[in-house]
């Protein structure tokens, strides 16, 4: 069965450090998002993207994160400039279509962020 | 924004029992509810959904139901099994389209399933 997959599974980073995280979405899939999870707590919403860019962000999203789909199968998340509350799991999600149609999400196992 | 409140955090059945867990969201322009099943050290996986046109969804044990209304849907899992036992969260999305349909998630419900 076709799967999001994530990179690495756990980093480790002091803190102003910049930070990539890797996914590779389902193939036939057209929307990519980015969630977050501090321990414990709720997955929190970051992004959307669709058709090469940004359609929906939340506050927490600001200058310090970007998203990028450099070739037809990753998409990244780059935190610039690490803090310590950045420490959290982060989800890829992937859909064939959009949510409010017909769509369903479909997460990767989550990369581990932990900023010292 | 879009707020969803899910109730309880905790929830211990008997195996075999039925489990509830109960969300209410704020935003009356949302039209999509899924509900996920979180397992340690994974990421969510839809269990089932239900969109705003509909009042109630069943696949096999798994039932959600939907009051348009009063902002509030349910999960109900019946003759519950120790495979069962994970952290469930809801969500709420109002989808405008063109990717623009961010999940809003509960804070999760722990179901515990006692043998």
């Known amino acids: 069965e076709p799967e999001v997959t994530q990179t690495p599974s756990h980093q480790v980073t002091q803190m102003g450090q910049e930070v990539i995280l890797r996914c590779v979405p389902i193939?036939?899939?057209?929307?990519f998002y980015w969630y977050r999870q501090i321990l414990g707590q709720k997955v929190e919403f970051l992004v959307s993207?669709?058709?090469?860019?940004?359609?929906?962000k939340s506050e927490i999203f600001d200058d310090q994160f970007s998203v990028e789909r450099p070739d037809g199968s990753n998409f990244t998340l780059k935190i610039r400039s690490t803090k310590l509350e950045d420490s959290a799991m982060y989800f890829c999600?992937?859909?064939?279509?959009?949510?409010?149609?017909?769509?369903?999400?479909?997460f990767g196992e989550g990369s581990r962020l932990t900023v010292l | 924004g879009e707020n969803v409140e899910q109730h309880p955090s905790t929830l211990s059945v008997q195996e075999g029992d039925s489990a509830v867990i109960k969300c209410t969201y704020s935003?009356?322009?949302?039209?999509?509810f899924p509900w996920y099943k979180q397992e340690l050290g994974k990421g969510p996986q839809l269990i089932i959904d239900?969109?705003?046109?509909?009042g109630e969804k069943k696949d096999q044990r798994i039932a959600v139901t939907l009051n348009k209304t009063a902002k509030h849907f349910s999960l109900h899992i019946t003759e519950t099994q120790p495979e069962d036992s994970a952290v469930y969260f809801c969500?709420?999305?109002?989808?405008?389209?063109?990717?623009?349909?961010?999940?809003?998630f509960g804070k999760g419900t722990h179901l515990i399933i006692q043998p």
């Open positions: 239900i969109r705003s046109n509909v």
């Open positions: 935003d009356s322009a949302s039209n999509y």
């Open positions: 969500a709420a999305s109002k989808g405008s389209g063109g990717g623009a349909d961010g999940l809003t």
């Open positions: 193939s036939n899939h057209l929307y």
């Open positions: 993207f669709y058709n090469n860019e940004i359609s929906e």
């Open positions: 999600a992937s859909a064939r279509d959009s949510i409010s149609n017909t769509g369903e999400l479909f």
